[in-house]
């Protein structure tokens, strides 16, 4: 079954530490979104890319970085510029970036939860 | 600037209530709505969704939810819960926002429905 797959499941991070989340689709979808879940704040949008070989800055895009170097992977680095990056990462994906996508909903992972040690 | 407002957070339930959960946006374009929802320990998955025509829409699990353009509303109902209801419900709009489609989510209402 096609579908994303995000890993891992848990990560920890040291201070001071760079760490890279997962995310990897087999639906052919040309754009994939990048969102952080807090309690009682919805899903915020980090960084998307409508195309391979490009992306674009969400809301919150301070502390984190990106790369779509494949259609069907778009991993997450969460830099240690990122002074409070607990929480619960979801990746999505839909068919396209452009006006025609605007009626398809999106796709998503199971997510990554990160925890400061 | 664009949003989406869940206005109850927490909502709790006997079975066989009747659910309404809130949903605005403050967006004078053309929107897509969408209701999502996460069970426990599960994905977020669509519940339904309206991008033109009959503005009551239904969607899977005798969910139900209704666009009222000039209230610039999105609620979604049932007539009955279950326990199975038990989740978090994210309404969603996609818009343009500066030359982009961008979905902007609300923060979320979480359903405990009891037994």
């Known amino acids: 079954d096609g579908g994303i797959t995000q890993s891992p499941k848990y990560l920890f991070r040291k201070e001071g530490q760079n760490v890279t989340l997962s995310c990897e689709q087999n639906?052919?979808?040309?754009?994939m979104y990048w969102y952080r879940q807090d309690p009682g704040q919805g899903l915020r949008l980090i960084y998307y890319s409508q195309i391979v070989n490009d992306f674009q800055k969400g809301d919150i895009a301070e502390g984190y970085s990106v790369s779509r170097e494949k259609k069907e992977s778009f991993p997450l680095t969460v830099t240690s510029a990122q002074k409070n990056p607990t929480a619960f990462y979801l990746c999505?994906?839909?068919?396209?970036?452009?006006?025609?996508?605007?009626?398809?909903?999106?796709?998503f992972g199971d997510g990554t939860r990160l925890s400061i040690l | 600037a664009q949003s989406v407002s869940q206005h109850n957070h927490h909502v709790i339930l006997s079975e066989a209530a009747s659910l309404e959960l809130g949903c605005n946006y403050s967006y004078g374009g053309t929107v897509n709505l969408f209701w999502y929802v996460q069970y426990p320990g599960q994905h977020l998955q669509l519940l339904l969704k309206?991008?033109?025509?009959?503005?009551l829409v239904k969607g899977i699990k005798g969910f139900e939810a209704e666009f009222i353009k000039s209230k610039f509303s999105f609620n979604l109902r049932k007539p009955s819960v279950q326990w199975s209801d038990t989740a978090e419900y994210f309404c969603?709009?996609?818009?343009?926002?500066?030359?982009?489609?961008?979905?902007?989510f609300g923060t979320g209402t979480k359903l405990k429905v009891l037994a």
């Open positions: 969603a709009v996609n818009a343009e926002v500066s030359g982009t489609y961008k979905y902007i």
């Open positions: 309206y991008f033109s025509g009959d503005p």
């Open positions: 999505a994906s839909t068919p396209s970036g452009t006006a025609s996508f605007r009626n398809q909903p999106q796709h």
């Open positions: 639906l052919n979808h040309d754009a």
